[in-house]
């Protein structure tokens, strides 16, 4: 793991905190009030960060404020999927006919307000389409209904819905990244099928409260570049279908402020609520 080859390489321990609960804003929340002393870090995500601020009214932290970014560490792709019954073959078929039927289309989410369902209203506001947008609470009934047929397309990861993919259960469309995925070599980024600027990536990175001195953020950048680097880190996350990106503190920050960006525009043009 991650932390095993941490400790090994550094001599220090890491010890992981899950704070499950409210979205991972709960653990975001404690580590943004943690001494600024680099023995703290939020392993982060969109939906703590660049999602939550515009997504709910009140938040007991600022996370573009009281945490600062240390390193990028892994994207992962999100992708359309549609069941094996729809009938477009094509990102260009899906949105002939969502523009034939506007709001016919069913498309399953994690949940309102999730990645997946960012995704889904960025594509639409991007293209000026309109989708049935159907929030369930988690993957797995998603992934379920849309093996079963009951929705039509799905925004999700691409390790969610490898398993139906590869029993022919589901097709995947496009992939909402800047290039093709190894996972699935065949399959079209948006761009290339014609639809640039409706790229979606999970990613995940370390983010430390403030006033932590540059000092000691170069030095954990520098570890967790090295660890992330290792070869059998980097085969074990493309094993889950995901990237290792190592990026210096200054990068993280600016892929920080571009989502957030996005993420504000597609929630306040869209009108997102939380569940």
Not at 180 to 185: E, G, I, S
Not at 249 to 270: C, H, N, S, Y
Request: proline fraction near 8%; charged fraction near 15%; glycine fraction near 8%.
């Amino acid at each position: 793991s991650v932390a095993q080859r941490y400790q090994e390489d550094t001599g220090q321990p890491m010890l992981v905190d899950n704070r499950g609960g409210a979205a991972g804003m709960i653990g975001a929340d404690a580590v943004a009030k943690a001494p600024a002393d680099g023995y703290t870090l939020l392993l982060a995500s969109a939906g703590q960060v660049t999602i939550a601020p515009y997504l709910y009214e009140r938040l007991s932290y600022d996370p573009l404020a009281d945490l600062v970014p240390v390193s990028l560490m892994i994207e992962t792709p999100v992708a359309l999927f549609a069941s094996a019954a729809f009938p477009a073959q094509t990102l260009a078929e899906v949105v002939a006919l969502a523009r034939a039927k506007p709001g016919t289309i069913s498309v399953a989410s994690t949940g309102s307000g999730s990645v997946t369902h960012l995704a889904l209203e960025l594509f639409a506001q991007r293209y000026g389409l309109h989708f049935l947008h159907v929030p369930y609470r988690g993957a797995a009934p998603a992934l379920n209904d849309l093996v079963s047929g009951t929705v039509s397309l799905m925004f999700t990861v691409v390790p969610s819905a490898k398993p139906m993919l590869d029993a022919q259960r589901v097709r995947a469309i496009a992939v909402a990244a800047p290039r093709r995925t190894a996972v699935l070599p065949n399959v079209p980024t948006f761009a290339e099928a014609g639809f640039p600027g409706a790229n979606v990536g999970v990613w995940v990175g370390a983010m430390a409260p403030r006033g932590t001195p540059e000092r000691v953020i170069t030095q954990l950048n520098t570890d967790l570049s090295r660890v992330m680097a290792h070869p059998d880190v980097m085969q074990r996350m493309a094993g889950l279908g995901a990237e290792v990106v190592n990026t210096g503190p200054r990068e993280f920050g600016a892929m920080l402020k571009d989502d957030a960006a996005t993420w504000q525009r597609v929630i306040r043009a869209g009108n997102i609520k939380p569940d």
